[in-house]
């Protein structure tokens, strides 16, 4: 079996690719070369710019492949120029999308059925303000070149070893650096989370056999609390953390604290939805989750390696600083004396 990789090997990719070649899968991977180069033996790289259009596309001409897995479209247009290219090159469009998708983040429960967010308007392209709409018709383009043999797959927040956003990474590094922990909102709110490998794993498994159609990705099947996912963790890494101190989200809100990524993982409960997500389908089709102990403690060896690399560019000020943790604990127990 052949199968051609759209996109960077830093974190999902790289952990698709090793997947596929456990498997003996013959891989090609297309990108622009910027991210880590020459990473695998043994896996054929293409060039291109998938930006630029056909022109930017012309490596995959003449080529075949029995599937394709596109771990980074993100724009509607660039989606459909990959999928104009392949169309007849390739049997099966496997589409990395997200959980973002969705229009309503206050529901108690989201599952594949449930409305997607929309565009503005037909030529919006910015990512930070219409992201899951983006991959919403990202998912269509998709869906309309490839039909039954689309697999679409929404992950929900994807952390592990050589995550680059470093969302999930802060709270091993922060429970294993020991001291008063600050942690956000309710003990009680939910968390949902997948693993990288996981899901790299699954996706495979289900390209290779699964059927095609629409799967949320994430875990666990009944959300975990915040308690109980430090706990997890800090289980994990072998610690005893006795001192979290749970900050609420009005105190968090009011000092200025960005949700999401102020405290990775943290919603206020008009956005919790995205922390209920139903993978029942998923888990029908073979996705299976590994204990969030492990993955902590294999994020925390690879965060102590010489192989880690800090989050960059917009992702450099996710989680706290230790100063700002002290400071907002200081007002947190002021506020609390009063």
């Given at each position: ?205 289900a390209l290779t056999r699964g059927p095609g159609g629409v799967f949320n990705a994430t875990g666990p099947a009944t959300p975990l609390s915040f308690a109980a996912c430090l ?108």
């Amino acid at each position: 079996m052949k199968v051609l990789v759209l996109g960077g090997t830093r974190f999902l990719g790289r952990h698709l690719v090793e997947a596929l070649l456990a498997r003996d899968i013959e891989v090609t991977v297309f990108n622009r070369g910027r991210s880590a180069p020459g990473l695998f033996g043994g896996v054929e790289h293409l060039r291109g710019d998938r930006d630029a259009g056909a022109d930017g596309l012309a490596a995959l001409a003449g080529r075949r492949w029995d599937a394709v897995i596109d771990t980074c479209g993100y724009l509607p247009r660039v989606v459909r120029a990959s999928c104009a290219a392949l169309h007849g090159a390739v049997d099966r469009y496997v589409f990395i999308s997200s959980v973002s998708v969705y229009a309503d983040f206050a529901a108690d429960e989201i599952d594949e059925h449930a409305a997607v967010a929309t565009l503005p308007g037909p030529t919006s392209e910015d990512i930070a303000a219409h992201y899951g709409a983006l991959k919403a018709a990202c998912e269509r383009e998709v869906q309309a070149a490839f039909g039954a043999q689309a697999l679409i797959v929404r992950p929900g927040l994807i952390v592990g070893p050589f995550d680059p956003t470093g969302r999930f990474t802060y709270w091993p590094r922060r429970l294993a650096a020991g001291g008063e922990v600050l942690a956000p909102g309710d003990p009680a709110d939910p968390v949902q989370l997948i693993d990288v490998r996981d899901l790299a794993e699954w996706t495979v498994r289900a390209l290779t056999r699964g059927p095609g159609g629409v799967f949320n990705a994430t875990g666990p099947a009944t959300p975990l609390s915040f308690a109980a996912c430090l706990a997890q963790c800090a289980q994990g890494i072998g610690v005893d953390v006795r001192d979290i101190t749970w900050c609420s989200t009005e105190f968090l809100l009011s000092q200025g604290v960005p949700v999401w990524t102020g405290l990775p993982m943290w919603l206020p409960p008009s956005e919790q939805g995205i922390h209920r997500v139903a993978i029942r389908r998923a888990l029908d089709a073979g996705l299976i989750l590994r204990p969030l102990s492990v993955t902590a403690a294999d994020t925390l060896a690879w965060a102590r390696s010489p192989q880690f690399t800090a989050p960059t560019g917009s992702y450099a000020a996710v989680g706290l600083t230790r100063e700002r943790e002290a400071e907002l604990l200081v007002r947190w127990h002021a506020a609390a004396r009063v």
